[in-house]
């Protein structure tokens, strides 16, 4: 297989819209109420995957750094579960935007439950195509979420330009940060293609882009170690679904789920970076 085969796979946003649109109670079902990965402090910490993304969750508050009544983008909000948890720790209102209307509909569903619904709002919205009044949040949080984007440069762009100046974006993406083998290559463009990510862009690249959106890198660590563990819940929970009688998920995409994840944890990929910029 050569390089530009492997590398061919880009999503459009109706692939990405419907695949959470339809994977729902696969999420659900093997990772519960929160989309992205987890965070574990060492390879000795053996926190539930629950309680590693909710660790993660915080790690991204915290760096936004803001004061109750602010007002905060959620930037690929998924279920819902980190705006909430944001609008609690924080007491901002929070603003969720997804592709998905079904996501959309169980993030609704949850801040009602929550007893947030005039706190945190969900809108299905395009980060590429938003049009926001020009500076009108204090702060931006991307989980995971700008790599189902094909055009970063365009949604920092759009992320500066409704973001107050000397506020602050906090984002997870996955990047390279090494050129990677040809075996790294067809492990990474495997998961691509189960997860409807675009492709990953250099670490370079990525400062650049949002150094030229105007949006300047405070902070940014390579945080994989601490994401790995990740993929080794994922693969128990994905053999105590095979190994159930009374599974609804669709054996095929199990197989093809166990087979991905396992050698990105054989390959530790991919890179996550944690990364910290402010509006200039």
């Known amino acids: 297989m050569t390089e530009g085969s492997i ?23 093997l990772v519960g109420n929160n989309v992205h990965v987890g965070y574990w402090t060492s390879s000795e ?7 590693a993304t909710d660790r993660m969750t915080d790690i991204v508050i915290e760096r936004l750094a803001v004061k109750p009544g602010a007002r905060v983008l959620d930037v690929g909000c998924g279920l819902g ?11 901002v209102h929070v603003v969720g935007i997804a592709t998905s209307p079904k996501l959309i509909d169980e993030a609704r569903e949850a ?27 204090d702060a931006v949080m991307a989980i995971e979420s700008l790599v189902h984007m094909n055009d970063r440069p365009r949604a920092f762009g759009r992320i500066a330009r409704v973001l107050r ?17 040809e075996q790294q290559r067809e492990v990474v463009e495997a998961y691509r293609r189960l997860s409807m990510n675009s492709p990953f862009l250099k670490l370079d690249e990525y400062i650049r882009f949002l150094i030229e959106a105007r949006l300047l890198p405070v902070e940014y ?14 693969l128990e929970a994905i053999e105590q679904e095979t190994a159930g009688s009374a599974t609804s998920l669709d054996p095929a995409v199990l197989s093809a789920g166990k087979s991905v994840f396992t050698g990105l944890f054989e390959a530790r990929l991919p890179t996550n970076m944690l990364i910290v910029a402010e509006r200039g």
Not at 45 to 51: E, F, G, I, M
Not at 171 to 176: A, F, Q, S
């Open 7 to 29: 590398a061919s796979f880009v999503p459009t946003k109706d692939d990405i819209a419907a695949f959470y649109d339809n994977s729902i109670p696969l999420i659900n079902q």
């Open 45 to 51: 910490d053996r926190s539930s995957l629950q309680k």
């Open 81 to 91: 579960a980190p705006a909430i948890r944001l609008a609690k720790a924080a007491g």
């Open 111 to 137: 801040a009602q439950q929550a007893g947030l619904a005039d706190q945190v709002t969900f809108e299905v919205v395009d980060a590429e195509e938003m049009d926001y009044p020009d500076e009108s949040f």
């Open 165 to 181: 100046p000397g506020g602050r974006l906090v984002l997870t993406d996955r990047v390279e940060i090494a050129t990677p083998t």
């Open 221 to 234: 660590r390579d945080i994989t170690p601490e994401t790995m563990a990740h993929q080794l819940h994922l």
